[in-house]
């Protein structure tokens, strides 16, 4: 009962090493767990009911045999211990653990292997750090950690591999959706530098072809975020989420996938434009959810007010229909939240929301963004390829260019994440009116 005991206290570091890291992914903020710092080995693959059992008795007795079958199987031990080999019982672990039946624990087992994972990109990508060195130097490190999340995946045991994503069973259908969301974040957090404005003479000067790695990446990062939408059904549904779907973070998730997507139809489909109408519907498909997430929670109706008008802007400037675009709710006085889909916030009818102020929508001819927001879409970069180093200025352009600037939403992960992790060279201000620091 003693190993049984250890395992739990090791299932509970896990669990709260992934909350820590969740957050600090979703509020930019650096965790307090380094890499390097913990010595807890990764869950095993087995329910705590069958932890009794034979096999989970021997591997919760013997460290080391817990090692070969387990961890030395595993991505994330390679990430911890770089000078680590792949031994020749390794072949023979992954064999095991690919032979077992999906249940709550291997999944488990395989969304920690993926947090320390991503965790190592927030720490070399999206570091201070990572400012004072060159953007070779930054490529060079991306280059490696896709390997790693290639490895990851192609580690999926048959029952978690989401390549097919099918109803078989309730059991499967919600592990092997929930891994392909946290697999398509890490993969649009990776990718999400190199997804950059290219200029005029640029667009002219290279072919596809030419681009070279950061094309490549910013490809990457755009499938992800149209695979996670597709991971949706196309009748938005709050059910969906909370049986299947990774509900505590969803709605960050979500405004990943958008933001990209925004971002490249804003750069007139740069680096896709033979996917114009599939980023189109992605994008509409993202406000639709956003929307219906909104009836019920404040968050989502900000997120969704920040995206409409955007998208819509977007998709009707490119010529596409948005009539199956939500509109913006009618305010009645009245209204409750969550009684209907036009319903406004509680206390948005006064312009604030729990003491908080609330963006109201500004109708089809006006941002909606706060005053001291609006000059994020609006001050200039000459160099928004990000070569030499990851200073800011990919969502920044000349207002000479590309009308469609001008409907960008607020993006909190360029201004209120890549912009203070990654500061312009001469300490530009940033958006508070203050110097960037550490």
Not at 103 to 127: G, K, M, R, T
Not at 223 to 230: G, I, N, Q, V
Not at 262 to 290: G, M, N, Q, T, Y
Not at 384 to 389: F, I, R, V
Request: hydrophobic share 35%.
């Amino acid at each position: 009962m003693l190993g049984v005991s250890k395992e739990i206290g090791c299932r509970i570091w896990w669990c709260l090493y992934i909350v820590e890291h969740t957050l600090g992914s979703m509020t930019g903020r650096a965790t307090s767990i380094s890499t390097n710092m913990y010595t807890t080995q990764l869950p095993l693959p087995f329910d705590e009911d069958h932890l009794p059992e034979p096999t989970a008795t021997m591997l919760l007795g013997d460290l080391d045999e817990r090692a070969k079958r387990v961890d030395m199987a595993m991505t994330s031990p390679y990430i911890r211990h770089p000078d680590l080999q792949p031994s020749e019982d390794t072949p023979a672990a992954r064999s095991w653990l690919q032979s077992l039946p999906v249940n709550p624990s291997l999944y488990f087992l395989y969304y920690c292997d993926l947090a320390v994972v991503n965790q190592e990109i927030l720490d070399h990508v999206y570091s201070p750090e990572s400012a004072t060195i060159s953007w070779e130097d930054i490529k060079s490190r991306t280059s490696r950690l896709r390997t790693t999340v290639d490895a990851w995946v192609s580690s999926l045991p048959p029952g978690l591999d989401f390549a097919s994503v099918k109803d078989e069973n309730q059991q499967s259908y919600w592990a092997k959706t929930n891994l392909a969301f946290h697999y398509y974040n890490t993969r649009i957090m990776l990718g999400r530098p190199s997804l950059c404005r290219h200029s005029r003479a640029d667009r002219g000067r290279k072919s596809v072809e030419q681009r070279g790695f950061s094309h490549d990446m910013a490809v990457m990062t755009l499938e992800s975020a149209m695979h996670m939408l597709d991971l949706l059904p196309n009748k938005p549904s709050m059910r969906h989420i909370y049986r299947f779907c990774p509900w505590w973070c969803f709605l960050h998730y979500i405004m990943k996938a958008a933001t990209v997507i925004i971002l490249e139809l804003s750069f007139h489909c740069v680096h896709a434009p033979d996917r114009e109408s599939d980023l189109v519907e992605s994008a509409k498909k993202s406000v639709r959810w956003l929307h219906t997430m909104s009836i019920n929670c404040i968050a989502s109706h900000r997120a969704w007010q920040l995206c409409e008008n955007a998208v819509r802007r977007l998709v009707s400037s490119m010529g596409y229909d948005d009539s199956d675009i939500p509109p913006p709710p009618k305010r009645q006085r009245g209204d409750q939240f969550g009684d209907n889909g036009g319903a406004v916030p509680p206390g948005q009818h006064n312009g604030t929301a729990g003491g908080g102020q609330v963006l109201p929508y500004n109708g089809q001819g006006q941002s909606s963004v706060l005053p001291h927001e609006s000059h994020a879409m609006d001050h200039s970069n000459n160099n928004p390829d990000l070569t030499g180093s990851l200073a800011f200025g990919f969502l920044a352009t000349p207002s000479s260019q590309d009308h469609t600037d001008a409907y960008f939403p607020y993006d909190p992960i360029s201004e209120e994440f890549l912009r203070y992790f990654f500061p312009s060279l001469d300490g530009e201000a940033n958006p508070s009116g203050g110097r960037n620091t550490f």
